[in-house]
């Protein structure tokens, strides 16, 4: 039997079209399932966890990169597989796994006919992550953000960016990576087991997630308009040219500092953070 998860709300009430699609998909192919999708976040963590002690094939998760890491917390480790069908705003798990953005269900088929690989996943404090663990300005934004009630989308992001980029300031940061300690300043670090975050910025280009280890990129500081002229070349990875930009590898980091990390856009709290990578832990389908 296969189990359905979905956000309802995941790309702007995207995620539940895609949802009766996928169950009318499997209708069609009269493959077992069980819908256990729910409109709050948490009950959908707890209903998943409920489900898994059945005997499950696999399980279909309908949204973007909150949901799959909802979903990780409880398939890492398991063998039991994640199918994703992208129906989120940001999708950046999905473009790791080089789904077809465009035709979420094509993903769904291509699961249903093929047999899973392993990829890596980020364990950090506890919490499993799929694509990138990040402190400095993004984290900033995301907070700031996330104190708009009226504010929706993208658009609440643009907004704290403009906001937090007229205050913000570099910090100095204690790191560990592999057993090697350093200090730097930095504006931006980013643990990544994927290449992109934040909608397709490609924070760390070459990054893989079945390499067992993590792109580590640190961004020194720069003044506001480097910052501003810089900062567009994030989508196309250019950006790793730039002398204040440091990218290191390793399967272990720490970063010591006064501040806050997300990751896959969900928060993970105050830092210390301690981050090791977990090879091979999720099955799941690339295309």
Do not use: C
């Not at 899973?116 to 300005?137: C, H, M, Q, R, W």
């Not at 989308?153 to 960016?161: E, F, Q, S, V």
């Not at 990054?207 to 308009?225: E, H, K, N, T, Y």
Request: charged content about 25%; glycine content about 10%; hydrophobic content about 40%.
């Amino acid at each position: 039997m296969w189990l359905v998860l979905s956000n309802p709300t995941s790309g702007g009430g995207e995620g539940e079209r895609i949802r009766l699609e996928v169950l009318e998909l499997l209708r069609r192919k009269t493959i077992l399932f069980k819908d256990i999708s729910s409109e709050s976040y948490l009950a959908a963590g707890e209903r998943l966890r409920e489900t898994l002690r059945e005997k499950i094939a696999g399980v279909i998760v309908i949204g973007g990169d909150g949901m799959v890491h909802l979903a990780i917390q409880e398939l890492a480790h398991t063998r039991i597989p994640l199918a994703l069908v992208p129906a989120g705003t940001g999708n950046d798990f999905a473009r790791s796994l080089g789904q077809n953005l465009s035709s979420p269900l094509e993903n769904l088929v291509h699961a249903l006919e093929n047999p899973p690989t392993d990829v890596d996943l980020g364990l950090v404090n506890g919490k499993y992550f799929a694509e990138i663990l990040s402190t400095g300005f993004d984290s900033v934004v995301n907070e700031r953000a996330n104190r708009f009630k009226r504010v929706k989308g993208r658009m609440k992001y643009n907004i704290a960016i403009l906001l937090v980029l007229s205050t913000f300031k570099p910090k100095r940061y204690r790191f560990r990576v592999d057993g090697i300690s350093f200090e730097s300043e930095a504006m931006l670090i980013a643990i990544s087991n994927g290449q992109s975050y934040g909608g397709g910025m490609r924070v760390t280009p070459d990054a893989s997630i079945d390499d067992g280890q993590f792109d580590v990129m640190i961004l020194g500081p720069v003044s506001r308009v480097e910052f501003l002229r810089v900062f567009p070349k994030v989508f196309s990875g250019a950006h790793v040219s730039h002398p204040a930009v440091k990218i290191l590898k390793g399967k272990e980091v720490e970063v010591h500092a006064e501040a806050v990390a997300y990751a896959d856009g969900e928060r993970i709290g105050n830092l210390p953070i301690k981050a090791s990578i977990q090879p091979q832990s999720l099955l799941t389908w690339r295309m």
